[in-house]
Antibody, heavy 115, light 108 residues
Framework: QVQLQEAGPGLVQPSETLSLTCTVS????????WSWIRQSPGERLEWIGY???????QYSPSLKSRVTMSVDTFKNQVSLNLRSVSAADTAVYYC?????????WGQGTQVTVAS | EIVLTQSPGILSLSPGERAALSCRAS???????LAWYQHKPGQAPRLVMS???RRATDIPDRFSGSGSGTDFTLTISRVEPEDFAVYYC??????????FGQGTKLEV
């Protein structure tokens, strides 16, 4: 059974870079795509993008200038970096398996942007 | 950007009743690439349906999906206690970004 676990700092300073990892167990990251989604308080789920195991990625146009996703096949992890964060980036961040329908999700990790 | 509007926002039913959740898109969803997810508090979201009508692994057959173009429905023929949750629709068929509906809460 594939399981995903997000990890990262719960608090990030404004203008800094938010860095999250997603550790995958029960399956390899070397197949299929891996997605990141977030949900800000009171808002709907927002698709951030997905990364293929070969490193190619598709990002939301609204975040594209600040986002980088990558895959580490040795650690079996997927990573998200979001640069120049502001309070608007405060959200629960989820990783998920798949680039289209999302077959498995992590439980999410809360990230707050504040000084 | 395709905007997905789910209705109703809250659906109050008793176990054994039929549930019909609607998801309407602002423009046609290519290839009916629409999914439904179930989300319970403190748990990871769970894929229920993909490609509008393909039941995900281990999803019971009381769940069914239908629709095409801009109108989609998730139906639960007889709601069980474990089905009470928030349900989200998600389109992945159009141009980027892929988008989600605002959710329907199925409650007792």
């Amino acid at each position: 059974q594939v399981q995903l676990q997000e990890a990262g700092p719960g608090l990030v300073q404004p203008s800094e870079t938010l860095s999250l990892t997603c550790t995958v167990s029960g399956g390899s990251v070397s197949i299929i795509q891996w997605s990141w989604i977030r949900q800000s308080p009171g808002e709907r789920l927002e698709w951030i993008g997905y990364v293929h195991h070969d490193g190619s990625a598709q990002y939301s146009p609204s975040l594209k200038s600040r986002v980088t996703m990558s895959v580490d096949t040795f650690k079996n992890q997927v990573s998200l970096n979001l640069r120049s964060v502001s309070a608007a980036d405060t959200a629960v961040y989820y990783c998920a398996r798949g680039g289209w329908s999302l077959t498995h999700w992590g439980q999410g990790t809360q990230v707050t942007v504040a000084s | 950007e395709i905007v997905l509007t789910q209705s109703p926002g809250i659906l109050s039913l008793s176990p054994g009743e039929r549930a019909a959740l609607s998801c309407r898109a602002s423009q046609s969803v290519s290839n009916n690439y629409l999914a439904w997810y179930q989300h319970k508090p403190g748990q990871a979201p769970r894929l229920v349906m993909s490609d509008a009508s393909r039941r995900a692994t281990d999803i019971p057959d009381r769940f069914s999906g239908s629709g095409s173009g801009t109108d989609f429905t998730l139906t639960i023929s007889r709601v069980e206690p474990e089905d009470f949750a928030v349900y989200y629709c998600h389109q992945y068929g159009g141009s980027l970004p892929y988008t989600f509906g605002q959710g329907t809460k199925l409650e007792v």
